[in-house]
């Protein structure tokens, strides 16, 4: 079935780099856009970023653009997201999400854990 | 930017009683452009509908979605316990996507 598997979470300091993984598994990852969307501790659901199925267009939400870069690999079936000049607020659950039908996301991994603190 | 406003923001409800969640845009929308999920605690998202209407592989048929233009509704027929969780609507607009806040749906 298909699968999604996020890693790379921790802590980290204000103004460090961290780079999160997703694998993808049961379905052709070349043929489909994939997102990353965010959650804080005890709020709501945040859009953060999208490549579309062949890497080469990439939205950014405001809030991550400039410090953020999505990217694909579909030879290994991984998408990534490098995260640059970490702020405390972007402390949250990182989850990566298959673009599936229409604009909705149809596959979503467990998550990976970012918490950004001196 | 387009604004979603999700209302209640929290619905106490019983088992067995119907649920209407409602999603509005700050403007008009193509309701291709509307997609609602359910979360559970320490879980993902799970995909609903989209579309504004239509509902995905495996959501059972007590799940609806209606609406166009700014307003759009969810609407649980007969709650089941594992139905009380929370949903969100998104809206696609502009090369991103918004979510709404959410909609908690409780045990009465």
């Known amino acids: 079935q298909e699968q999604l598997v996020e890693s790379g979470g921790g802590v980290v300091q204000p103004g460090r780099s961290l780079r999160l993984s997703c694998a993808a598994s049961?379905?052709?990852?070349?043929?489909?856009?994939m997102h990353w969307v965010r959650q804080a501790p005890g709020k709501g659901l945040e859009w953060v970023a999208v490549v579309s199925y062949d890497g080469s267009k990439k939205y950014y939400a405001d809030s991550v653009k400039g410090r953020f870069t999505i990217s694909k690999d579909d030879s290994k079936n991984m998408l990534y997201v490098q995260m640059n000049s970490l702020r405390v607020e972007d402390t949250a659950v990182y989850y990566c999400?298959?673009?599936?039908?229409?604009?909705?996301?149809?596959?979503w991994g467990q998550g990976t854990t970012v918490t950004v603190s001196s | 930017e387009i604004v979603l406003t999700q209302s209640p923001g929290t619905l106490s409800l019983s088992p067995g009683e119907r649920a209407t969640l409602s999603c509005r845009a700050s403007?008009?929308?193509?309701?291709?452009?509307l997609t609602w999920y359910q979360q559970k605690p320490g879980q993902a998202p799970r995909l609903l509908i989209y579309g504004a209407s239509t509902r995905a592989t495996g959501i059972p048929d007590r799940f609806s979605g209606s609406g166009s233009g700014t307003d759009f509704t969810l609407t649980i027929s007969s709650l089941e316990p594992a139905d009380f969780a929370v949903y969100y609507c998104q809206l696609y607009g502009s090369s991103s996507w918004t979510f709404g806040q959410g909609t908690k749906v409780e045990i009465k």
């Open positions: 403007q008009s929308v193509s309701s291709s452009y």
């Open positions: 999400a298959k673009w599936g039908v229409y604009y909705g996301m149809d596959v």
């Open positions: 049961g379905f052709i990852f070349s043929n489909y856009g």
